[in-house]
């Protein structure tokens, strides 16, 4: 009896502490299906086995989710391309705007030299310059960076200050720091994780998702994964289905505007394996807004949508300091690329739906609450109207 009530007093003080303070969360135990365990199949490509970015070698993923108290609902979420020192050995990469109203920190300097040199980070709006700042921390503590002297971090944004106590600023240095020490391989956690904690997504909880598609053999057998992190208005719409109208809940619905604050944005992750350079990761990256489409984004006036694309590909990569002055990697042709555009447009597409499906209610700042899409009235709709494969 004694150790049963010690127990009860252990739990009780956990949540008190959560109360008032940080709490963490990686994976979270989330029973909600993802598209597939509906039965909902998007494009014709298959996915890796995890259908995941991480299903891309050497990806891994990291989050940190912060709930404090009432108000508190954010984090961040960290993908990093692969195991070594990314500044002494960049990734080709390429950013594309699809509408720029953002906050996308280290854009100017892969747009012109089309290189990756730290991980990225995704995060709240106000948050992205302590998260950049802590970018800079990491890549300046890894071994071989002793003597640099200056870094680009990427950092991406959406703002979740519907739910969350935006202007508090809770996101800390350590909190960025904590989530590139936790990424990994594997399944990645989605819904309201990480920089998904707080956000929303056609009219519902949105939060982060992710998809892959690998290309069969004979065209190259190269992987691509997606990740999202969602908060944008629209018109649901699934594999064609007309959800959103149908469960009552879209933009312009009755020609009125949508509530204050779920206007946008969304940031799209690629990362593939296929020996591309910057400017062929630029042409893959624009294909990724395909998606955002399908799934009814008009990208509006105050929607912050980018896509950010990568390769792995080792021998595309660019050492920070070589002797030699000229390089010769073995690129795809273009003429080559158009399946993995094809893989792009459909990663994205149901990464959205994936980070839909995962979310779960959320009550947070002033008390405003954003439910999560009900799964079964969804199946109801896309079955009447034949995008779920029975």
């Not at 963490?24 to 298959?46: F, H, T, W």
Request: net charge neutral.
């Amino acid at each position: 009896m004694k150790r049963f009530s010690l127990l009860c007093l252990v739990v009780t003080l956990v949540w008190a502490w959560a109360g008032s303070s940080h709490v963490y969360a990686d994976n979270p135990a989330n029973e909600r299906p993802r598209a597939r365990d509906i039965g909902l199949v998007i494009g014709v490509l298959s996915p890796g086995p995890l259908n995941a970015i991480t299903d891309v070698a050497g990806v891994r993923v990291g989050h940190r989710t912060i709930i404090e108290g009432e108000s508190v609902r954010t984090g961040v979420t960290a993908i990093v391309p692969h195991g070594g020192n990314m500044f002494q050995e960049k990734v080709p990469a390429a950013i594309v705007v699809g509408n720029g109203f953002g906050k996308l920190v280290g854009s100017t300097q892969v747009e012109e030299l089309g290189t990756l040199e730290t991980p990225i980070v995704l995060t709240n709006t106000l948050s992205v310059f302590t998260a950049a700042d802590a970018l800079i921390t990491y890549t300046l503590a890894q071994p071989g960076n002793e003597e640099v002297g200056s870094v680009n971090p990427v950092v991406g944004e959406t703002n979740d200050g519907y739910l969350n106590d935006i202007r508090g600023r809770r996101v800390r240095a350590e909190d960025v720091l904590e989530a590139i020490r936790a990424a990994k391989g594997g399944p990645v956690g989605e819904g309201c994780v990480g920089a998904g904690t707080g956000t929303r997504c056609l009219g519902w909880k949105g939060g982060v998702g992710t998809a892959s598609r690998r290309l069969p053999d004979k065209l190259g057998s190269h992987a691509l994964g997606a990740l999202v992190q969602t908060n944008f208005s629209g018109i649901l719409t699934v594999n064609g289905a007309p959800v959103g109208e149908e469960l009552g809940r879209y933009y312009l619905q009755g020609l009125r505007h949508d509530p204050p604050g779920e206007a946008g944005s969304c940031m799209i992750v690629l990362a593939t394996d296929a020996p591309l350079d910057a400017r062929q990761l630029k042409r893959l990256a624009k294909r990724a807004l395909l998606g955002l489409g399908a799934v009814g984004s008009p990208m509006t006036h105050g929607s912050g949508d980018y896509v950010i694309a990568f390769s792995t590909c080792a021998e595309v990569r660019t050492p920070h300091q070589a002797r030699a002055k000229t390089k010769t990697p073995t690129l795809l042709r273009d003429e080559a690329l158009s399946p993995l555009f094809q893989a792009a447009r459909e990663a994205a597409e149901e990464a959205v739906l994936n980070s839909l499906l995962k979310a779960t209610t959320v009550t947070g700042h002033q008390g405003h609450d954003t439910e999560a899409i009900p799964v079964d009235r969804l199946v109801e709709i896309c079955k009447r109207h034949g995008a779920i494969r029975e």
